[in-house]
């Protein structure tokens, strides 16, 4: 085991319950992730997470996606939850940001997509240039509303992986 799972491992239940939150905002998700240890490894972690998530129902999902700042805005806090999503956003909220058109276009891009299909656009972030992420959201506009509720969800499962992998390398 890594120093992570055995950190994870000993956690009281709500604070393993917080670890998880902070890597996904679906209550139940992190609920049944802190029911379900030990887990052997991190890969056994982080199968346990797909499997979940992939059991969980479409309102969980929406719950997770509304715990995320939309693309280039950040949530007022300081929780790990928003570290992270501004590490993730890093090409559109950091010193080298999209100037300042393209921030305005994805805003007004998110808006849309906001009006077409009830909730944010999701989309793992991470190495992703604001100009890529703009073309991606205006590729899933064209989804109809079932096909796209399974695309963020998956880019949820992606981003979800993500913060799980950078809570184990720094616990």
Same mark, same amino acid.
């Given at each position: ?18 670890v ?46 509304? *715990? ?7 949530? &007022? #806090?300081?929780?790990? %939850?928003?570290?992270? =999503? +501004? !590490?993730e956003? *890093? ?7 999209? &100037? #300042?058109?393209?921030? %305005?276009?994805?805003? =007004? +891009? !998110?808006r ?18 604001a100009?890529?992420m703009?073309?991606l ?10 096909t ?24």
């Amino acid at each position: 085991m890594s120093g992570g799972i055995d950190r994870l491992s000993s956690l009281p239940a709500a604070d393993a319950e917080a670890v998880f939150l902070a890597c996904c905002g679906a209550p139940s998700w992190a609920r049944r992730m802190a029911v379900g240890r030990p887990y052997r490894d991190d890969a056994d972690l982080l199968q346990a997470a797909d499997r979940v998530w992939r059991d969980l129902d479409h309102g969980d999902w929406l719950q997770a996606f509304a *715990a995320h700042p939309r693309i280039g805005e950040r949530k &007022p #806090g300081e929780d790990q %939850a928003r570290r992270w =999503a +501004a !590490q993730e956003q *890093a090409s559109v909220l950091g010193p080298n940001a999209a &100037p #300042g058109s393209a921030l %305005a276009e994805l805003a =007004a +891009a !998110q808006r849309t997509y906001e009006e077409r299909f009830g909730h944010i656009f999701i989309v793992c972030a991470t190495g992703k240039s604001a100009e890529e992420m703009l073309a991606l959201l205006r590729a899933r506009l064209d989804n109809d509303p079932e096909t796209e509720l399974r695309a963020a969800a998956e880019e949820q499962r992606k981003i979800t992986r993500l913060r799980l992998e950078k809570w184990l390398a720094d616990a």
